[in-house]
């Protein structure tokens, strides 16, 4: 198969109150807006490549409107498609603010996704243009503000078979997974679609609620950046969820932390390059450390929520069972682990 796509290029995130999460964007992460159409309000990174690598329309909750691919050629978008309506996906061709030509599609478990090749370099005006020639526009002068948006996490009633028709159908690399010390049960796996440890993240999903988005993750260059926008972040009161510390998988450094709608986004930095094109992915345990490299960190109940909030009736109110909670919140306390 010829490689399909080559980084997630944008995430597209619903909410109901767009004003604030626009001004939380701009004033306590360190983005800036380029464009308004309709309502939607599109955002970028300093460092990011494209116009725009956030977009924050109106919604009645917080939820993943799309999650946007760039594919490795005009050809691989064409194969993509041919590929996924062999699987039975029915997507459609839609024409996307400075993208142009889009194929928009529902995943086998819900999640709305969008390949494109077109797309708009972005060209920053002299006021802000960078004196290097690598970079789209000036550095910014915003404490720890993220250079580039950096990876999606979704959640999923089967991780396992989310990861694997990923991977069979448009080419994602799964780099690993995480399955409970207790029982065989998946709980989170990551996949890539370049030398990144991953670029789409699956946590498990116990609601009956399809197509929920865990959180979704901006980059910054140096752990330092990541500790000062931690900093920033307080000071602006913002709580922070859960970090600064290090993830097994991946090996990066992350904080989380809720923008208004309540929606979860990480901040990562740091972990490992792969290039291996046979990668067979690694299977890791909770009590491993797979999300804190230092196995000493009791990661937060809150963790657990995925948004839209769950509403099943068989699920707990955060969409994972009670037995599964316990197993990924206190994996280092019981006998005998680590
Ligand atoms: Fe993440």
């Not at 490795?72 to 993509?80: C, G, I, Q, R, Y």
Request: glycine share 8%; hydrophobic share 35%; aromatic share 10%.
């Amino acid at each position: 198969m010829i490689k399909l796509l080559s980084h997630l290029s944008f995430v597209a995130i619903t909410t109901p109150d767009v004003d604030a999460s626009v001004k939380f964007y701009e004033e306590q992460v360190g983005l800036q807006v380029t464009d308004r159409i309709d309502g939607a309000v599109y955002l970028r990174c300093w460092g990011d490549y494209y116009r725009y690598s956030v977009v924050v329309m109106p919604g009645d909750e917080p939820a993943l409107h799309t999650a946007g691919w760039r594919t490795s050629s005009p050809e691989a978008l064409e194969e993509a498609v041919k590929r996924l309506e062999a699987e039975g996906v029915e997507g459609e061709w839609s024409d996307e603010h400075t993208i142009g030509r889009a194929y928009r599609f529902i995943g086998p478990q819900g999640h709305p996704m969008t390949l494109h090749w077109d797309v708009e370099h972005y060209q920053s005006g002299s006021d802000i243009a960078s004196i290097y020639p690598d970079r789209p526009q000036r550095r910014s002068s915003h404490a720890g503000a993220p250079r580039q948006l950096d990876h999606v996490t979704i959640a999923a009633k089967d991780v396992d078979e989310f990861a694997a028709w990923y991977e069979r159908v448009l080419g994602f690399r799964i780099m690993a997974r995480t399955i409970l010390d207790e029982a065989p049960i998946s709980v989170f796996s990551v996949l890539t679609t370049n030398e990144k440890s991953h670029d789409l993240g699956v946590v498990l999903d116990g609601s009956t609620r399809a197509g929920r988005v865990n959180h979704f993750a901006f980059w910054v260059d140096t752990r330092e950046e990541l500790l000062i926008a931690a900093d920033v972040l307080m000071e602006n009161g913002t709580a922070i969820e859960y970090g600064p510390s290090i993830h097994g998988i991946g090996e990066q450094n992350f904080l989380y932390y809720r923008e208004p709608s309540s929606l979860r986004i990480e901040l990562n930095t740091g972990g490992y390059r792969n290039y291996v094109p046979d990668w067979q992915p690694n299977t890791w345990k909770p009590s491993l450390g797979s999300n804190n490299f230092y196995r000493n960190g009791t990661m937060p109940m809150s963790m657990t929520e995925s948004f839209p909030p769950a509403d099943g009736p068989s699920a707990t109110e955060e969409g994972v069972p009670d037995e599964i909670k316990d197993a990924l919140l206190n994996p280092y306390a019981k006998e005998g682990r680590g």
